[in-house]
């Protein structure tokens, strides 16, 4: 248990699945040598991070939750509120990574906490869009009212988002990081693109394969390699359809779940790395942190504000509109040219940037100014 000379301080997520919010959240506890809470099912954790958990020696406390709604872990037992706030009333500060709609809200209630805000949330479901922004213009910005300090992954986010633009004030950029010593650039640049993430309809992985299409039929050796777990299994037959539809089953690979560690493999010897988002559910993208610190380029939509930063300041690669296939694949045929040129680039800016020990300092830097606000 981390004690600082102010008191004790525990991390809070969700965790309806294995992403980047839960990625991020566990490294920074183990950074920081602080105790977790995870929300969620247990079962859901892979084996090399539940490895890396136990390697880095910090109390995990699970919440097992009952069901998954909208991708949400919910908690239906009202005692359990009161149980879980009063276990939390020990610490002297909260590191809460949200949104977590409802369940978060609740148990946050009286505490005093750091909320670190990940992604606007939108919804494909017209209804289930409506009940979100009813969420987040009533529970969600009374919780993000009481917070000590906002944090998010950059400051484009604070400018674009809708939610943040009315908090910050309160708000603080707390970059994402990477362990650079273990990330060695190959400089390899095989004739493959490479997608890494959850495969849902919010990645546009649908317009990838259409871009993918187009460029293929002018670098007809190029492979696109989909790495990640189809949690929409709709939508995954969909993009196997895709496939099937253009001929392009023995040019597009469909890997499934990886471990960090061969997924890594793979995208070290990409020619570029792809984000094509369509929603700010992805407020950065920690793969492309991971693919510039592989010294491979980067191609992203310029919706998602963390990418948008990364590749304006790193000059790392190209950013394209959301759902324009044809951009996207004027993009893939300019990267590939100069892959070393660009990839070289976000390999020194994530250096600079986003090395663990700039994050650990930053983060440090907010908790202790957290404690001191009354």
């Given at each position: 248990m ?7 301080i ?6 309806p ?32 991070v ?13 919440i097992?939750?009952?069901?998954v709604?909208?991708r ?7 005692s359990l509120?009161?149980q ?21 809200d ?17 919804l ?7 009940v979100a ?37 309160k ?9 650079i ?9 095989a ?22 299409r187009i460029?293929s039929?002018r ?31 023995d ?6 779940y ?22 700010r ?6 793969v ?21 930063e ?25 990267i ?9 680039r ?13 994050v ?6 907010i908790v202790r ?6």
């Amino acid at each position: 248990m981390k004690k600082t000379n102010y008191g004790h301080i525990l991390a809070l997520a969700p965790f309806p699945y294995y992403g980047g919010l839960q990625e991020y959240a566990i490294e920074l506890a183990c950074r920081l040598r602080m105790p977790i809470m995870l929300v969620g099912n247990p079962n859901s954790m892979p084996n090399d991070v539940a490895y890396r958990i136990e390697k880095c020696n910090v109390e995990t406390i699970w919440i097992r939750t009952e069901k998954v709604l909208f991708r949400v872990p919910m908690l239906f037992k009202l005692s359990l509120y009161e149980q879980i706030r009063k276990f939390l009333k020990q610490y002297s500060l909260v590191h809460f990574h949200g949104p977590y709609p409802l369940v978060g809200d609740i148990i946050l209630r009286k505490l005093k906490y750091i909320f670190t805000y990940h992604f606007d949330i939108a919804l494909r479901n017209a209804v289930a869009n409506l009940v979100a922004k009813l969420y987040t213009s009533t529970l969600l910005y009374k919780t993000l009212r009481h917070a000590k300090v906002i944090t998010s992954s950059s400051k484009y986010f604070v400018q674009d988002s809708p939610v943040l633009r009315k908090f910050r004030y309160k708000s603080k950029v707390l970059p994402l990081g990477i362990d650079i010593e273990k990330y060695i650039p190959r400089f390899k640049y095989a004739e493959k693109i490479v997608f890494m993430g959850r495969l849902i309809p919010e990645k546009g992985i649908h317009v990838l394969i259409e871009a993918f299409r187009i460029f293929s039929q002018r670098n007809p050796e190029y492979k696109l390699i989909i790495i990640g777990k189809p949690v929409d299994i709709g939508y995954w037959k969909h993009l196997m359809s895709l496939v099937k539809k253009y001929n392009l089953n023995d040019k597009v690979v469909f890997t499934g779940y990886l471990s960090k560690d061969k997924a890594l493999q793979i995208l070290s010897e990409s020619s570029a790395c792809v984000l094509p988002s369509l929603s700010r559910l992805d407020s950065f993208g920690i793969v492309l942190l991971e693919a510039s610190a592989l010294a491979i380029p980067v191609i992203a939509t310029n919706i998602i504000p963390g990418a948008r930063e990364l590749v304006e300041n790193a000059h790392n690669g190209l950013l394209v509109r959301p759902n324009d296939a044809k951009d996207l694949a004027r993009a893939l045929e300019e990267i590939v040219k100069n892959s070393q040129v660009y990839g070289l680039r976000g390999r020194h800016y994530v250096v600079q940037h986003h090395s663990w020990e700039v994050v650990v300092a930053k983060a440090e830097q907010i908790v202790r100014e957290a404690l001191e606000i009354s």
